[in-house]
T-cell receptor
Framework: AQSVSQHNHHVILSEAASLELGCNYS??????LFWYVQYPGQHLQLLLK??????LVKGIKGFEAEFIKSKFSFNLRKPSVQWSDTAEYFC????????????FGTGTQLKVEL | KAGVTQTPRYLIKTRGQQVTLSCSPI?????VSWYQQTPGQGLQFLFE???????NKGNFPGRFSGRQFSNSRSEMNVSTLELGDSALYLC???????????????FGAGTRLSVL
């Protein structure tokens, strides 16, 4: 069965700092990869996704992620965070051909201080 | 287009009772999945329905069940509630266009269940 690891559980940054959140998965086959964000009091929203092709994907609000197949990683990055980026971030994996079941990481709580 | 709608938003039940949660997917979406979110276990997959059939199932006891109707609306039921069932239950829908392989799940706001 596939699994997803997010190494940073809590991250505190100052505004304008750069962000990188780690995500590693374990599965030997083809996967689709996602980052979701959950702002305080709001529902899960899709930040970005990778299906195939260019391993560097861009999402909303200036976020991007790079799929490195050899490292089974899909790290999330943002060059300059804002206070409004304070939220919980979830990495998720879907096995292709296996319906729509998403396996989530445990999440990273990001706090951006002014 | 309206998003995924879950009702009710909040529920309080006592141990031993049963509960039914409802999910209306985005119009045209055919796949509905359910997830349980708790502080300790994070987001865990419960099951997925597509065309009124269960297509995937997570590792939850048989007390957790679901169904999907012909209009793609879905319900999940939890019988004989336990304290540990207290959680946020999320529903997600996906277009699931045949042959696409690029399905995105859109989540509802969830139903927060408290078991006393």
């Amino acid at each position: 069965a596939q699994s997803v690891s997010q190494h940073n559980h809590h991250v505190i940054l100052s505004e304008a700092a750069s962000l990188e959140l780690g995500c590693n998965y374990s599965y030997g086959g083809t996967v689709n990869l996602f980052w979701y964000v959950q702002y305080p009091g709001q529902h899960l929203q899709l930040l970005l996704k990778y299906f195939s092709g260019d391993p560097l994907v861009k999402g909303i609000k200036g976020f991007e992620a790079e799929f490195i197949k050899s490292k089974f990683s899909f790290n999330l990055r943002k060059p300059s965070v804002q206070w409004s980026d304070t939220a919980e971030y979830f990495c998720a994996v879907k096995v292709t051909g296996g319906g729509n079941k998403l396996t989530f990481g445990t999440g990273t709580q990001l706090k951006v201080e002014l | 287009k309206a998003g995924v709608t879950q009702t009710p938003r909040y529920l309080i039940k006592t141990r031993g009772q049963q509960v039914t949660l409802s999910c209306s997917p985005i119009s045209g979406h055919r796949s509905v999945s359910w997830y349980q979110q708790t502080p300790g276990q994070g987001l865990q997959f419960l099951f997925e329905y597509f065309s009124e059939t269960q297509r995937n199932k997570g590792n939850f006891p048989g007390r957790f069940s679901g169904r999907q109707f012909s209009n793609s609306r879905s319900e999940m039921n939890v019988s004989t509630l336990e304290l540990g069932d207290s959680a946020l239950y999320l529903c997600a829908s996906s277009l699931d266009k045949a042959g696409s392989g690029k399905n995105i799940q859109y989540f509802g706001a969830g139903t927060r269940l408290s078991v006393l």
